[in-house]
């Protein structure tokens, strides 16, 4: 009986939203009946040559109906260097460098929609002059784990922020005539057994975790192209995942473009006709033999398989076309590169990505007309990042570092004594060496900054510690005798500031302590070393927030608390399958429930000015019918200088029929404030905002009865509460 009605509310929820779905712009009527026309024009084999790749990075073609290969690219932060035509062998082309932009978590830490649409648009006019017609982003997986080795790559813990980070992400690239392909559809947190892992999890943390990422960029940000993520769910793999991909996708979302699969993620010709494959690309075979190609040929003329299904991947692959201008080259976007204004847009999102984590006394900024010296130490000071971690590797055209930005401004004017401070190697003498040259440079210098955190280059000697594609880290822990490091220059210098260069939370609460500021400044891009000496020498006031939770120590993670993650590598007990127990409570959801503190939280990030809230109101009214609650409030900057403060709202609905977490973010905004200006601030809280994900109806539900609205500058640094009534 259970199963009948979730079918009948299942059945139901496709009625209501197909139907809205099946409204068609002017333009796409146009657009189909071109496509509709051209179709019958095409041979069976021809037809066939378009759905599966012909290259590495390239799909077939029909030169005499003037439909050319589609050409993708590699990746989420950067256009990513020319491949072989049939190996993952770099071309070694001389023109192919790009910008590399801020990897995806720093992006989400700007909490900046505007700087989510500068994002797109640099990476869509980079690809559009490389002649890409696909750019393989943006990477949107849940920071469901801190070991997941592609957290980097991945924005947040929170559906919500990434939602409206990924909305205008999209429009940037798109309006480049390029289209964008979120990815990996879905659940796809870890890289450990990426390939076969069966992520079992419930339908309401289906629908309020894992897919409203994907559901903004489809709904809200018109993205072209979903990739299909290598795991599987509930038993099928995501790359032909009938309830994934045609349930909910193309039917209840209304997905009108490609799902492409991840490279080699395919593995069936039947389930990749059939469950929502339109093409297939970088399986380990040769491009005649790939699933749908021969293989699909032969199923279909024995009948077993329809030829519609074709003609539907073959409509939605000429429906991408169109939309990027294809067939109307006059009209096409030309892109462009490196140029003047896109290196600015990459330090300002930068810029703003940076988070202040803890700044006393005044630390930072630095006062540098007081400085004659200053020690920088780390190897994070001088290593280059861009082309490294996986996938998403650029060759970039230029990578500031942390120490060849600090020579360039102040090289001379003050003195820099730079120490390397730690090494990759195990070699602990070394080690020892590195250590008390880097305790002399403090010795000597006003004031020590220490670069540290993790990199992204996986060897011998990193693994376990580094974060990239294909790798889960093994722990959270500092590597390299980092903490070792910071105590004993802390020692030698009072005036100790750390900068972490890294992509996911690391342990640091064992020497936190004892330092008086420390700034989390990711992998920040081509200009990441002249966003950073801005921030820290104040010309920049940091506006960035943690956009996921910072555990003390992995224990404290809900996938290792109460999930389940697999063993770490190396310790493989042949597990499959993986349920997710946490369920709903991932990241502050789980933290603020179960009332287990953090290093930092999720949304926190300080400034060099302070920000006052009052006068909070909410009024009812009444929109197309429905209720809508307007939170209204001020914030005031109170403090010296200039400054960002993103005002974040959260839902608390503390009387449901089933458990929600404490608080959920729904609505944030980003305000700059000169010294003394207060701003006005509305939030509309509707019921969608409200409401959780009902598994007996199958649909989202708002229960009647209290709720409560959060305002603050962080998800624990609340300043402002009201409770309303639906
Ligand atoms: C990789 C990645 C995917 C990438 C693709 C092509 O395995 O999972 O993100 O776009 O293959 O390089």
């Known amino acids: 009986m259970k199963n009948f009605l979730i079918l009948t509310a299942f059945v139901s929820l496709l009625t209501t939203t197909s139907s809205s779905a099946s409204k068609l712009s002017k333009e796409d009527s146009e657009i189909y009946k071109k496509i509709d026309a051209l179709i019958p024009k095409m041979s069976l084999e021809e037809k066939i040559s378009l759905i599966h790749g012909n290259a590495k990075f390239y799909t077939g073609s ?9 050409a993708m690219s590699d990746g989420p932060n950067g256009v990513r260097e020319e491949v072989s035509k049939d190996s993952w062998k770099p071309t070694d ?6 910008t590399w932009l801020p990897a995806s978590t720093a992006l989400a830490a700007t909490w900046n929609t505007d700087m989510a649409y500068s994002f797109g648009t640099v990476l869509g006019q980079e690809a559009r002059f490389r002649g890409k017609d696909v750019i393989l982003g943006p990477a949107i997986n849940i920071h469901r784990t801190p070991l997941g080795g592609r957290n980097f790559e991945y924005m947040s813990e929170d559906p919500f922020l990434i939602a409206q980070i990924v909305t205008r992400y999209v429009k940037g690239v798109q309006d480049q005539d390029v289209a964008a392909c979120a990815k990996h559809f879905a659940a796809n947190n870890q ?3 990426r390939g076969y892992i069966d992520v079992l999890l419930s339908e309401r943390a289906l629908q309020e975790i894992y897919f409203p990422g994907f559901k903004a960029a489809v709904r809200n940000g018109g993205a072209l192209a979903v990739m299909g993520a290598y795991n599987k769910i509930r038993g099928q793999h995501c790359c032909h995942n009938d309830y994934i991909l045609n349930k909910m996708l193309k039917q209840n979302w209304g997905f009108k ?15 990749a006709a059939n469950c929502g494959l339109d093409i297939e690309m970088g399986t380990n075979k040769p491009f005649d033999q790939y699933f749908m190609a021969t293989p699909l040929l032969d199923e279909i003329k024995k009948g077993n398989i329809k030829e519609d299904v074709v003609n539907d991947k073959v409509r939605r692959i000429l429906y991408v076309m169109h939309k990027i201008h294809t067939f109307d080259k006059a009209n096409q976007k030309t892109g462009s590169f490196n140029t003047p204004e896109q290196q600015a847009a990459v330090r300002k999102i ?4 940076i988070v202040l984590l803890k700044n006393e006394n005044n630390a930072l900024p630095l006062k540098i007309e007081n400085l004659k010296s200053i020690a920088v130490i780390g190897d994070n000071a001088t290593r280059k990042h861009a082309h490294t971690g996986g996938s998403c590797l650029i060759k970039a055209k230029y990578e500031i570092t942390p120490l060849e930005a600090f020579q360039k401004h102040l090289g001379d004017k003050i003195k820099i004594n730079f120490a390397q401070g730690y090494i990759f190697e195990k070699d602990s003498l070394k080690r020892q060496q590195m250590l008390k040259q880097a305790v002399e440079a403090a010795k000597k210098s006003d004031v020590a900054i220490i670069f540290g955190g993790l990199s992204r280059n996986w060897n011998d000697t990193t693994k376990g510690y580094a974060e990239t594609e294909g790798r889960d880290r093994e722990n959270m822990k500092m590597p390299y005798q980092q903490p070792e490091l910071i105590k004993a220059v802390r020692e030698a210098n009072p005036n100790t500031i750390v900068v972490l260069l890294c992509g996911s939370p690391i342990e640091i609460s064992d020497w936190i302590e004892k330092v008086p500021a420390v700034v989390q400044a990711w992998y920040a891009g081509s200009e990441a070393g002249n966003a950073i000496y801005n921030i820290l020498t104040g010309a920049v006031n940091p506006s960035g927030k943690l956009p996921f939770t910072w555990p003390v120590k992995l224990e404290d993670s809900p996938a290792h608390a109460i999930g389940e993650y697999p063993e770490h590598p190396g310790m493989d007990s042949g597990k499959e399958v993986e349920s ?16 287990v503190n953090p290093t930092f939280c999720f949304g926190h990030g300080l400034s060099y000015t302070q920000f006052k809230y009052s006068d909070l109101t909410i009024n009812k009214k009444k929109v197309k019918g429905e ?29 449901c029929s089933v458990e929600r977490p404490l608080k959920e973010l729904k609505g944030f905004q980003k305000i700059d404030l000169q010294p003394g200006e207060k701003k006005g601030i509305i939030f509309d809280i509707d019921k969608d905002k409200l409401s959780f994900f009902d598994e007996k109806t199958m649909n989202w539900k708002a229960e009647p009865g209290e709720f409560k609205a959060l305002i603050g500058s962080s998800s624990r640094d609340i300043r402002l509460t009201q409770s309303f009534k639906l």
Do not use: C, M
């Not at 029909?62 to 589609?70: H, T, V, W, Y």
């Not at 082309?93 to 790009?98: A, I, L, M, R, T």
């Not at 930068?350 to 990505?353: C, K, M, R, S």
């Open 627 to 655: 209720p809508v609650f307007e939170v209204k409030l001020y914030v005031t900057n109170t403090g010296p200088r200039e400054g960002k403060e993103v005002v974040q709202l959260y839902i608390s609905d503390p009387q």
């Open 580 to 595: 997710y127990n946490e369920g709903i409570f991932v990241g502050y959801r789980y933290f603020d429930t179960k009332n």
């Open 191 to 193: 890289e450990w057994k």
């Open 93 to 98: 082309w001389v023109n192919d460098s790009s």
């Open 257 to 271: 473009g490609v799902v492409i699969s991840d490279w080699n993620g395919a593995h069936s010709t039947q389930e």
């Open 62 to 70: 029909i030169e005499r109906l003037g439909i050319p290969a589609l």
């Open 350 to 353: 930068a810029e703003e990505a």
